[in-house]
Structures are given as structure tokens and as C-alpha cells.
């Protein structure tokens, strides 16, 4: 760009020189060099200073990386490449035998176990009708005990009742007294295993719902499905892969469908002048001779190449000699899906910050940016 400007200048002198005939000698030559050195030179500091430039400059996206969540052998993919979908349609499927017995097993489990629960409460039913009547058993030994007990004592050597027959009464009362002890023992088993839920469920029945919803979930799993909008780029899957679980390897490349950016590579001298806010027009090597503007809608708050990371490995010096640029995001005003442009294209841009700029420099920053876009008809000069 600042050959740009030198350039022109000399045309400007040479046109000058040749219409109004002016003699090339000490005196001429040497104002019109002095005089392009100071007035170039101030206008390209003031010009730099207040609107950077970006000599590289590339679109940027994020892509998704399509992971199943199970293992298995494709049984067929759906979806064609570089082909829009929306969220939730399916990209391909996965074979689903394992995952369908799987769930049928869970389900036979489930039916038996919820079978198993209304067994608990029938034989709970039962506990309750056997203490009832062990209860009744007890009282109806309990009295009979006491009236031998109170006909023995009232009767003395006359009492119509034997010592053998009041210790037989007594035992039957204890007998039966223990009787009731076992039968209340085994009602209150009963009642722990009726009354033992999990949100209302029997806790092995509550076991059960969980593996059953596991095993549905599986078998969904086996269809993949599109995470948002977007579309699948470079698509090798084939029936018959093997896909896996590890995310080393994903199975598809999804680029989610989101507003276009473009990310500039400025010095960090520019960090002087730029702001999130500022006017910013872009041009590109694909499309020549066009200007797009748009806004500088993010300074991105990290180098990378000042990142450092636990590894246990000490730093190279040569990491610390790298010179690192600041990354601004730009927003185009313009929709770049109406050129049909592939994602990742690349070119230049400047963010234009007027205050201050008394010379009103933007206007050769501009002139020269759409001079370079012209010349990207014959080579993509950067």
C-alpha cells in the first residue's frame, strides 16, 4: 500500500512536469522529491496511525465434529454433501440390532419386576390377614390362661383345674404370643420392601424404568441427527465404517449455518486507534474490485502466541521471539452467501477511526484499498 502512494505521487509529478513544462534541475527535482518525502510522510503516519491495516485478513468458522455416542458398523447416511439441513434431520444411521434386543430384554425386566411388586403387595395382604389372626389366636389364649388362672386361685385345694392343665394353658398363651411376634415381624419385611419407592416407583422397578430408558436412548442414538442448522462438508462416510465413541476420530464435519466474519491480522501498534465500533471495510481476493464495509464488532482479548499451557515441559525461547497480532472480527454489512462464496476466503481490511484524523487520511486509506482491489483483477497484491 505504501508503494501505492509513492507511486502515485511520482505519476502526479511526472503529469506535473510534463504539462507545465518545468525544467528538470537542481531546484525542481529536489523540491518535488523533498516535498513528496514530507507530504507522504505525514500523510502516511497520520493515515497508519488512525486507520491500521490489515494485510491479511480470512474468513473465519467454527465446524462441529460428528461423534456418535455409541459404537457401531453405518447402515446408511442421509445427508449429501455441502447439502443445507435443519436442526434435527439425520445425517446417517448406525446398525441397531444389539440396541434393539437390548431394549426389549430391559423391557421383559421391567414387566417381570412390576409383576414382582404387585406380588409383594398381594403377600403384604397376606402378612396382614396372618397377624390378624395370630392376634386373635393370642387373645383367645390370653383369656382362656386367665380364667384357668383366676378359677385356680379362687378355688384353692377344691379348684377344679390340675397344676399340669395351668401350665398347658400357659404354654399355649406363650406359644401363641410368639406366634403373633413372628407374624408381625414378617408384616413389617413386607411392609419395608412394599414401601421402599423412588418417586412413587418400587426401588427395582425404579432400577428397571432407569435400564429401559437407558436401552431407548441407545437405540435413538443410532440415528444421528443434525446438531443445528448447517451443512455436512466432505463427507467420506460409507455404509459398512465402522464408527466409534472416540472423539479423536469423528465420523462427519458439520459447519453450523451463523453470521459470516471476517478475522484481520493488525500490529499491536494499532491497538492505539482501534475500538470495538469502528467503521471497517474489507476487500477480497475472489471477488475484485469490490469494497465490502461493515464494522469491527470484536478485538479478540488473547494472543496465542503468547500462550503457555502445564505441560511440564520448559518454554523455548524462540516461543518468546514470536511476534504476535492482534485479531479483530469484522461484521460485513453485506451477506456474502449471496456471492456463493466458500467459507475460509481471504483478503484485506482497514478499521477507519475518524477522530482525530484532521488530515482526513481515510480518504487516501480508502482510494488505496480500492486501487489494491482493482488491482486483484491481475494478481491478489497484499
Request: hydrophobic content about 45%.
Amino acid at each position: 500500500m505504501d508503494m501505492l502512494i509513492i507511486l502515485t505521487y511520482t505519476a502526479i509529478c511526472v503529469f506535473i512536469f510534463k504539462v507545465f513544462k518545468i525544467p528538470l534541475n537542481k531546484w525542481s527535482v529536489p523540491t518535488a522529491v523533498l516535498g513528496g518525502v514530507l507530504v507522504l510522510s505525514a500523510i502516511m503516519v497520520i493515515m497508519n496511525y488512525n486507520h491500521p491495516y490489515a494485510k491479511y485478513a480470512k474468513e473465519v468458522f467454527a465446524s462441529v465434529p460428528i461423534v456418535p455416542q455409541i459404537a457401531g458398523t453405518v447402515k446408511t447416511v442421509e445427508v449429501q454433501p455441502n447439502q443445507h439441513v435443519k436442526q434435527g434431520d439425520v445425517l446417517f444411521t448406525l446398525v441397531n440390532d444389539e440396541q434393539v434386543i437390548a431394549l426389549r430384554k430391559a423391557e421383559a425386566a421391567l414387566a417381570d419386576a412390576r409383576s414382582g411388586a404387585f406380588q409383594k403387595d398381594e403377600a403384604l395382604q397376606v402378612a396382614m390377614a396372618s397377624t390378624d389372626e395370630a392376634k386373635a389366636n393370642r387373645d383367645r389364649a390370653k383369656t382362656t390362661y386367665l380364667r384357668y388362672k383366676e378359677g385356680f386361685d379362687n378355688g384353692g385345694e377344691n379348684s377344679p383345674f390340675t397344676p399340669q392343665e395351668m401350665d398347658q394353658r400357659l404354654k399355649l398363651y406363650e406359644a401363641s404370643e410368639a406366634k403373633l411376634k413372628a407374624a408381625l415381624a414378617d408384616q413389617r419385611r413386607l411392609e419395608f420392601a412394599a414401601e421402599s419407592l423412588i418417586a412413587g416407583e418400587d426401588t427395582e422397578v425404579a432400577q428397571l424404568i432407569e435400564a429401559r430408558n437407558k436401552a431407548q436412548l441407545d437405540l435413538e442414538r443410532t440415528t444421528v441427527r443434525a446438531p443445528t442448522d448447517g451443512m455436512a462438508t466432505q463427507i467420506a462416510l460409507r455404509p459398512g465404517v465402522r464408527a466409534t465413541k472416540l472423539p479423536l476420530r469423528p465420523a462427519m464435519t458439520f459447519i453450523p449455518k451463523e453470521k459470516r466474519r471476517i478475522a484481520a491480522m493488525f500490529w499491536q501498534n494499532s491497538l492505539q486507534r482501534m475500538e470495538v465500533g469502528l467503521e471497517a471495510e474489507v476487500i477480497l481476493d475472489s471477488i475484485p474490485g469490490k469494497v465490502f464495509t461493515g464494522k469491527l464488532v470484536s478485538i479478540v482479548p488473547a494472543m496465542q502466541e503468547g500462550e503457555i499451557q502445564a505441560t511440564g515441559a520448559l518454554i523455548q525461547a524462540n516461543v518468546i521471539s514470536r511476534h504476535g497480532f492482534v485479531i479483530g472480527l469484522i461484521e460485513l454489512d453485506e451477506d456474502l452467501n449471496d456471492y456463493n462464496l466458500p467459507l475460509g476466503i481471504q483478503g484485506q481490511a482497514v478499521a477507519l477511526n475518524h477522530d482525530g484524523d484532521f488530515l482526513h487520511t481515510s480518504i487516501v486509506r480508502r482510494i488505496l484499498l480500492r486501487m489494491m482491489a482493482w488491482l486483484k483483477y491481475i494478481y491478489p497484491i497484499k
